[in-house]
Structures are given as C-alpha cells and as structure tokens.
C-alpha cells in the first residue's frame, strides 16, 4: 500500500527548515573527526576554530557542543568573512520565498554536511572562493554517483539519473585548474588502479562524434572535464551545427533516454548511458554560450548548473598548507575513493549502467514538494521568475539529483533521502537558481555590453585616482581600457552608457594634471 503524505504548512516547513540550520550550524562549529585536532589544525582550516569531519556519526557530536561551541562560534569562517553575517544571510527559508536578490548571497557550505569542512580547507589551501571548490566538487561527484544510482520522488519505478551538469565561470589566474586538481586527485588514482570500464571514464578534448562512440563503445559512463570551456565551445569542431548536436545529446542523457546512432551500414541504440560535464569557462565564452538562441531560447542550457565564484585575485597573500598531510583532506580521499572505486554492474543485454533507485523519506518528500510548488507559482505568469520559467521548472529536480549526491556522500548504500538531507539540497539548490538568475540578468549580453561595463569600472576608478567630478574623453582615448580605443569606438561604448544612465555628460570644464582644461568630460551616474 502506497503511503500518504501529509503536506506541511508554510508555517510547520519553515519551522522545520529553521530548526535544520539551527543545527547545521551547531554541527559545523563542533565536528570533530578524531575528538579533538590540534590548534594548528584547526587555524589552518578555518584560521582560528571551526570545523566538520567526514564520515562522523552524529551521536559523536552532543558530548562536545557544550565544550566548543563557546570558543568555535567566534570565528567559523575568519578566511572568508565573518561566519555569523554568512549564517545570519543564509538561514532563512529558502523554501518560504523565491524572489531574487540583486546581492549574491554567501555561498551556503554547511549544507555538505560532513564535507563542509574539507571544502574550508581546500579553498583556503588553493586560495579560491569556497563556491569554487563546492560547484567543482559536486561536478566530481555526480560523475561518480551516477555509475551507481538513480533517484525518484515515487515509491515505484526506476527513477532518473542523478547527473548535474556544472557550468563554472571564472576569468584566467582564479585557479581554476587548481582547484581541480585537488579534487580530482583520489578519483585518477583509484580509476588507475581498476580494470573495468571506468579507466575510460574521463574524458577532455573529445569532439561530439568521438564522446557518442565512446559512451556506445568504451564506457557506458564518461565524465567530460573541460578546464578550458573555449576549447569545447568555441573550438573548431564545436560548429554551430555541432554545438546544436552536443547540447542535444546532453540534454538526453541528462533525462535517462537512449543514445542512438546511425550511420551507413550500422544503427545503434544504447540505453543506460551517462554523461556528467564540468565545464570551467572564460566570462567572454560564457557570454558568447548563454547569448545563443540553441541555448535560452530553445532551451538547451536549462540542464546546467551556473556558477560564477566571486574572484580573490589581490587578496591571496601566501599560505603555506600541505594537504597531502592533513587528516581532514586524507579523510576526503578516502571518501572519494570509495566512491570511485565502488563496483559497477553492468546490464548484459545493454552494455549500459544498471542503477539501483534512492527514493524520498515522507518528510524529504513533503520538504520537496513545498519546493517544487513554490518554483511552478514562481515561474507563472506574474510569477518573480516567470522570465525564465524553462529554467526553473526544471530546477526541483536538479534539487532531487543534489539531495541523492548528499546522501551516497554519506552512506554508499543508501536507500532512502532523509528529510535533513533534503533540507539542505534545497538551500544549497536555492543558491545555485540564484546564481543563474544572477549571471542570466548581470551579465552582459554582448561584447559591447562587456566592453561598456570594463569603461564604467575604469572610469569609477580613475574618477578615484585622480578626485575628479567626471572623466576627460582625452584621458580615455590615451590611458583607458584597450576594449574602449580607438576613440570611434570610446565614443560607442560612452553612448552606449549614457542610454543605460551610467554616465552622463558633464558640462562643466574640468581641469586636471598640469592645469590642463576640457570642456568633453562624462561623470560615472551617482559617483
């Protein structure tokens, strides 16, 4: 017999999704893997006090609240801001409402649960956000859990894959490369050592035709690790005509359904495949991928997850961080290892990936719905974002995917989503709509849109430098952004800003360096 489930009220959920954070970050001042780590431990993690292990029982964690909680709470995050402003911005219920804010919210890392910890020292190691490290992560993790298991909201049935297809955006020197590496470690070595056909299993310069014969013929599971989204996406074999062929065939896989093939002479038709990407890309690429018709318009991109990290460059001052010698980061290894390497089963009579289903807890299930109600109101019309209703309505199930990566993370036999698990897929699920809504509303649609934005910046700052009510034209002809010269196309750019309110022309003449004077100066709007 079917169980019924009784949905809660807004007042009972946001209730429940309080008392959730309310521990999470109690557990995330006072996990301790071994009972106590040194304090050069504990300073190298979060620079002066908290910390979370991987693979701890809860019950290890009451006896120690009392006793650290006191010294912890003052500085959880020192690295990265003051982790009661995060907590204080992020705990709130991310279920109860769905508007989008014009301010990025603090990336939500205590939602990893036991994980949170080694992202704080990853990212402190590498000197990179902490979404940075959390969206490569959750890349590497979905690449291996979707070997393994499917998930469903229903009692019955096989479900659909727990594949998420990341799309990280950041400029060239944030360390992109780095931060990978980190991650991707264990997973190289354990899949070195296998002898199955995972050792296939990463791919990277692949064109479209040779990614679809590999998943026929090579391995029914394939990671696409792209570091340099250009060469993907704006390489010589990425047509348009390709293009279209290579976000279809993701899209496809990305719902469960069948790879097919055919040529002269052979027809092939491959079911249970996988195919996770993580796909590292320049601004300039991004805005190039998201301004395309085949991507928004037809709807192609809506099986990304988009994450722009915020850039430290001019803040990383040297760290000296062994990470090979850290408990909390050999405990990870250990965790992704098992992951790696855990064994495959393979259907005889399709060559592809046989799955076992993880399925909802009637609380994960009641928490979930409430979520998938409030994003099909919110992308109705009138709705906050009914302008990108495609992306959103499909956004529950990204949700659903990252809920059953949280819980394998945990317990590699898992069955079931709890409803804590549930809670915390949809606030990290929250920051990561916000962020597409973000990037798909900030970011330039264009190169003269990018071009007019580096201008805006050069001249709030030269405005700045030099204590002046607005900018000569001459100075920006001479010492301004390569984008915005020669001065016909300063001129573009500064017509462009004026029609958007940014600059205006001001009238007044200006005198600056040695006495000289201009009568064709722009002032920055509000500055």
Same mark, same amino acid.
């Given at each position: 017999?079917?169980?019924? !489930? ?6 009972? #959920? ?15 001042? @006072? ?6 780590? @040194? ?11 908290a910390h979370a292990s991987i693979g701890e029982s809860e019950s290890n964690h009451d006896a120690s609240d009392d ?40 990336? %939500?890392?205590?939602? $990893? ?15 990179? &956000?902490?979404?940075?490290?959390? *969206?490569? !992560? ?25 594949? #998420? ?6 400029? +060239?020197?944030?360390?992109? *490369? ?13 899949? *070195?050592?296998? &002898? ?42 990425? *047509?348009? &005509?390709?293009? @279209?062929? $290579? ?27 996988r195919l996770s990407v993580l796909l590292f890309s320049q601004p300039i690429v991004a805005m190039d991928f998201l ?12 099986? $990304? ?6 850039s430290l460059l001019g803040t990383r001052k040297h760290v000296e961080i062994e990470l090979d010698e850290e408990p ?32 909802? +807890? ?10 998938? &109600? ?48 549930? !809670?915390?897929?949809?606030? !990290? ?10 990037? $798909? ?21 030269? +405005?700045?430098?030099?204590? #002046?009510?607005?900018? %000569?034209?001459?100075?920006?002809? =001479? ?6 010269? %020669?001065? =016909? ?39």
């Amino acid at each position: 017999m079917k169980q019924k !489930l009784k949905k809660p009220s807004m007042s009972e #959920l946001a209730a429940k999704v309080k008392a959730h954070r309310a521990k999470m970050q109690m557990d995330n001042t @006072s996990r301790d893997h071994d009972g106590e780590l @040194s304090d050069a431990n504990k300073s190298t993690i979060t620079g002066d006090g908290a910390h979370a292990s991987i693979g701890e029982s809860e019950s290890n964690h009451d006896a120690s609240d009392d006793q650290s909680c006191k010294s912890d709470e003052l500085d959880q995050q020192d690295v990265f801001k003051n982790e009661r402003e995060v907590e204080a911005t992020t705990h709130r219920s991310k279920v109860a409402t769905l508007a989008i804010s014009t301010k990025r919210k603090p990336y %939500p890392v205590h939602a $990893f649960g036991n994980l949170a910890a080694v992202i704080m020292l990853i990212a402190r190691s590498v000197q990179v &956000d902490l979404e940075m490290v959390g *969206s490569s !992560l959750l890349g590497v993790i979905s690449a291996l859990a979707q070997c393994l298991i499917n998930v469903s909201f229903r009692l019955s049935g096989a479900g659909g894959p727990v594949t #998420l297809n990341m799309f990280l955006i950041a400029s +060239s020197g944030e360390r992109k *490369s780095s931060t990978i590496d980190v991650i991707v470690k264990p997973v190289y070595a354990a899949i *070195s050592r296998a &002898d199955d056909e995972r050792r296939s299993m990463i791919i990277q310069d692949v064109t479209v035709d040779g990614m679809v014969a590999g998943l026929i013929a090579r391995c029914p599971a394939q990671f696409l690790l792209a570091l340099e989204g250009a060469s993907l996406l704006g390489g010589h074999a990425m *047509s348009r &005509d390709n293009l @279209s062929r $290579f976000l279809g065939n993701v899209a496809s896989l990305f719902s469960g359904e069948p790879l097919t093939r055919t040529r002269v002479g052979e027809h092939h038709y491959a079911q249970g495949r996988r195919l996770s990407v993580l796909l590292f890309s320049q601004p300039i690429v991004a805005m190039d991928f998201l301004s395309s018709d085949l991507v928004m318009q037809q709807g192609m991109g809506n099986r $990304f997850l988009y994450s722009q990290p915020p850039s430290l460059l001019g803040t990383r001052k040297h760290v000296e961080i062994e990470l090979d010698e850290e408990p909390l980061y050999q405990q990870f290894c250990a965790t992704i290892t098992a992951l790696a390497s855990h064994a495959w089963k393979i259907n005889p009579a399709t060559g592809g990936m046989d799955t076992r289903t993880v399925r909802m +807890s009637p609380g994960a299930k009641a928490a979930w719905v409430q979520f998938y &109600d409030r994003l099909e109101m919110a992308a109705g019309p009138g709705g906050d974002l009914a302008t990108h209703a495609g992306y959103v309505t499909r956004f529950a199930e990204q949700v659903m995917r990252m809920a059953a990566l949280l819980a394998i993370l945990e317990d590699l036999e898992v069955q079931h989503i709890s409803e804590d698990i549930m !809670l915390r897929a949809i606030e !990290l699920g929250d920051y990561y709509l916000d962020s597409a809504m973000h990037i $798909f509303n900030v970011t330039p649609a264009n190169k003269d849109e990018a071009d007019a934005k580096t201008l805006l910046i050069w001249m709030q700052n030269k +405005s700045e430098e030099l204590d #002046l009510d607005a900018i %000569p034209v001459r100075i920006m002809y =001479k010492d301004g952004p390569r984008c915005a010269r %020669p001065s =016909k196309r300063t001129k573009e750019l500064l017509t462009l800003l004026v029609a958007r309110g940014e600059v205006s022309e001001y009238t007044k003449t200006i005198v600056y360096g040695d006495h000289k004077r201009s009568s064709d100066n722009y002032a920055v709007t509000g500055l």
